[in-house]
């Protein structure tokens, strides 16, 4: 395993911290407790975002867009989920949708399909999970059926983040069902394709500006030239996908646990219980001490998964990037979820109360735990890697 450090944040990425960070605190912390209350996606949010060129900034400049590298990929999002998780899905979930193109994708898909994503007119989703087909992916039910110079979708996706409100999807389908994972392809459905609608949005615990959504796919019969990549290659897009995209699910972990942290930082320098600040409590400092030491551990670990990242994503090949990208996943969700739970434990009955935002952070942390793969198929990657 190829361990050796790779990275280091330059004085642009820095930069780009600072000015993610401001916008964060001027225009996105503000609204996160109404998005989380009112479960409504946060357009006034997504219009703010792409005038500040931030909700898709992992496309690469000849598909006019910003061209961002994966760690600062990975430094918006933290920054933006570090006030909102619901609003840094935006940019996690357009890199998610929109990675199989860069990935597998031909030069027609992604001239047609990339440019409005950059341009902030459209966004793009993912589409792999379904009903009885969760962390066993591969047995999906999804048909795509070839007919003459088009394909018919029939089937139904589910957990689908974002569902509604992108206009693209990459969707898996089986096209061969006798070939297993091999049969499985990828294709690029749009949302005003007839057939497609979706299901009612998910109560869900947490992120709830974010809406997920059934896509279901009636009879979609779209062109064959929207496939991803060769047929029956689009199960190992959909995993070589997920080997860039859990390392954004690792900054939004980061980005979330350093938001509880630094409000429960000031919280325990204001409260005063005993006669004196509950932060001279050595119980309490070293309640923070363990909280900030998991996170940065998750920090470092998920910023060295970037740039493996990065290397592959510019065709240099890394052995070790899926065993990196689980592990900066599940190390920074486990992490987040301990973290936030800290936090609202420092609050003591203010923090269970939606009057302070550490209840909010500790339930959008739970989802980091579940979703791009349960931390349990995480662990199983790990292990599939060491014992290969
Ligand atoms: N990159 C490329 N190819 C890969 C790969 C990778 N990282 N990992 C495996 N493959 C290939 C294998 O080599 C194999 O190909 P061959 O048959 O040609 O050798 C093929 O893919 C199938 O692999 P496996 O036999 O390992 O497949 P499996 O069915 O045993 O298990 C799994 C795979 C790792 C469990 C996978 O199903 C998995 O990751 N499950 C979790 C699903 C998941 O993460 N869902 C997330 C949904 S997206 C989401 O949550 C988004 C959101 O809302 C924000």
């Known amino acids: 395993m190829t361990s050796f450090p790779l990275y280091a944040p330059s004085e642009e990425h820095q930069l780009l911290r600072e000015t993610v960070r401001s916008l964060a605190e ?40 910003a061209g961002a ?31 199989p193109l860069l990935l597998a994708g031909s030069e027609e898909l992604k ?39 088009h394909y018919v979708l029939n089937g139904t996706k589910m957990w689908i983040t974002n569902a509604g409100v992108s206009q693209f999807y ?13 049969g499985i392809s990828a294709f690029v459905v749009e949302k005003d394709d007839p057939g497609v609608s979706f299901g009612p949005k998910e109560k869900k615990l947490g992120i709830k500006g974010s809406p997920t959504r059934q896509v279901i796919l009636e009879n979609v019969r779209i062109p064959a030239w929207r496939m991803i990549g060769e047929p ?16 954004t699910i690792a900054a939004q972990a980061i980005g979330i646990a350093q938001g509880a942290l630094d409000y429960a930082i ?31 551990a998750a920090r470092q670990l998920t910023y060295a998964a970037a740039a493996k990242s990065e290397l592959v994503m510019n065709g240099t090949p890394v052995d070790d990037l899926t065993f990196f990208s689980s592990a900066a996943k599940c190390a920074a969700s486990d992490a987040a979820m301990e973290i936030t739970t800290d936090a609202v434990q420092l609050l003591g009955g203010y923090g269970y109360t939606r009057d302070y935002p550490v209840e909010r952070m500790m339930r959008d942390a739970k989802i980091t735990q579940i979703y791009e793969g349960t931390n349990q198929i995480q662990r199983m990657v790990m292990a599939r890697h060491l014992l290969k």
């Open 170 to 182: 990459t969707v898996m389908a089986v096209t061969d069902p006798s070939a297993g994972a091999r």
């Open 266 to 296: 000031g919280y325990v320098k204001e409260r005063r219980q005993f006669g004196k600040r509950i932060a001279d409590f050595q119980g309490v400092q070293f309640m923070l001490a363990d909280m900030a030491m998991k996170l940065e």
């Open 26 to 65: 001027e225009k996105i912390a503000p609204r996160a407790a109404e998005i989380d209350e009112t479960e409504e996606f946060p357009w006034d949010v997504y219009k703010d975002l792409v005038a500040a060129e931030l909700h898709a900034v992992h496309i690469p400049e000849a598909y006019g867009g």
């Open 111 to 149: 001239q047609r399909y990339l440019p409005p994503v950059a341009r902030g007119e459209a966004m793009f989703s993912y589409a792999l999970s379904e009903p009885e087909a969760g962390s066993d992916a591969a047995s999906m039910k999804t048909r795509a059926v070839r007919d003459g110079d």
């Open 232 to 247: 029956g290659t689009g199960f190992k897009t959909a995993l070589a996908t997920l080997d860039h995209t859990r390392i």
């Open 69 to 99: 590298d994966a760690l600062a990929t990975v430094i918006v999002i933290e920054e933006i989920a570090r006030a909102c998780a619901s609003t840094s899905l935006i940019p996690a979930v357009n890199k998610l949708g929109t990675v």
